[in-house]
């Protein structure tokens, strides 16, 4: 089983819409939590990272961590198409630097 | 501020040459890590430096595989002989100082294509 699982997609949207992208994890000792956005051809940008449980907001972005069903989020509000891109999820545990990456969800918002 | 940088960009060898990528991190960022990522599959990590010393080698394949950064600076990763299976995307990243507060950049990746 793979300590971080993400839908790969594609998830097709109209510009506007609400996005919801998740991952699940299986580590319980996870407690920083990423979301990066990665365009064609470049390398993973970080959007956001939340530590622990609950909501953290940064402009159209929220992520969501709820440790008890292990569950991970990012909400994106009024999607763009310039928001077209794979969505990438990871976790790491506290005092290690090793990343553990989802597969990515590749997300195009139709204009 | 430059970002990472990585060279080449694209790489095309035959199976059991050797092949060296080469990363340049942030300046004044001690830490320095690789990732690959083959295809279909997730970016999964392979080692961190701190400055020249290696902190975690953990993620390293096998010895075919071998790292250095020579004066804490760019860093290069030399693959030999490749096989097929080493084909893939290899990423470069740094960051300020260790631990998971710290965002890592990456860079846009070197594609490696092993025939």
């Known amino acids: 089983q793979k300590e971080v699982e993400q839908d790969p997609g594609p998830l097709s949207v109209p510009e506007g819409a609400i996005v919801s992208l998740n991952c699940t994890y299986s580590?319980?000792?996870?407690?920083?939590f990423m979301w990066y956005r990665q365009y064609s051809r470049k390398g993973p940008e970080l959007l956001m990272y939340?530590?622990?449980?609950g909501n953290k907001e940064d402009g159209r972005f929220t992520a969501q961590v709820d440790k008890s069903s292990k569950y991970i989020s990012l909400f994106i509000r009024d999607s763009q198409p310039s928001d077209s891109a794979t969505y990438l999820c990871?976790?790491?545990?506290?005092?290690?630097?090793?990343?553990?990456f989802g597969t990515g969800t590749r997300l195009k918002v139709l204009a | 501020e430059a970002g990472v940088t990585q060279f080449p960009s694209h790489s095309v060898i035959e199976k059991g040459q050797t092949v060296t990528l080469r990363c340049d991190p942030i300046?004044?960022?001690?830490?320095l890590y690789w990732y690959r990522r083959v295809m279909g599959k997730e970016i999964k990590f392979l080692l961190h430096?701190?400055?020249?010393?290696?902190?975690?080698e953990s993620g390293m394949p096998n010895n075919r595989f071998l790292a250095e950064r020579t004066g804490g600076t760019y860093s290069t990763l030399k693959v030999q002989p490749a096989e097929l299976e080493d084909s893939g995307v290899y990423f470069c990243?740094?960051?300020?100082?260790?631990?998971?507060?710290?965002?890592?950049?990456f860079g846009p990746g070197t594609r490696l294509t092993v025939l």
């Open positions: 990243a740094s960051s300020q100082a260790g631990g998971p507060r710290y965002e890592q950049f």
């Open positions: 580590n319980s000792a996870f407690q920083y």
């Open positions: 939340t530590y622990s449980s």
């Open positions: 990871a976790a790491v545990t506290s005092g290690t630097y090793k990343y553990i």
């Open positions: 300046s004044g960022h001690d830490n």
């Open positions: 430096f701190v400055k020249e010393s290696k902190q975690d």
